[in-house]
């Protein structure tokens, strides 16, 4: 039984579980940054602790800059996109090799 679970449920549920954790921490800490440079003078120039999240959101709900912000989150996308990609073809791999070798 605990074969079953380490060889087909925890693998099928990973992605889902990283995905879900990582949505929720992006939203939790997305703000941060934010209560300080609004409200303390001494945290630097005005851009000096935005988060691109943050400065994209400003840029089109704010400003109403909606090409700039598109073109910001664009930005986002694939730079997480560099990262993401190779790492889930590693753990393709990684997952072919285990299920070859037994």
Do not use: K
Not at 7 to 35: E, N, T
Not at 72 to 98: C, D, F, H, K
Request: proline content about 7%; aromatic content about 6%; some cysteine.
């Amino acid at each position: 039984m605990a074969r079953i679970y380490r060889r087909i449920l925890l693998p099928m549920i990973a992605p889902i579980f990283v995905a879900r954790a990582g949505g929720i921490a992006a939203i939790r800490h997305q703000d941060l940054p934010a209560p300080r440079h609004r409200h303390d003078r001494s945290a630097g120039p005005a851009c000096a602790t935005t988060v691109p999240a943050i400065y994209v959101y400003d840029l089109m709900f704010q400003r109403g800059q909606m090409a700039e912000g598109a073109a910001g989150a664009i930005m986002i996308l694939v730079a997480l996109s560099l990262v993401l990609v190779p790492y889930t073809i590693w753990i393709n791999l990684r997952q072919r090799r285990e299920a070859q070798r037994g």
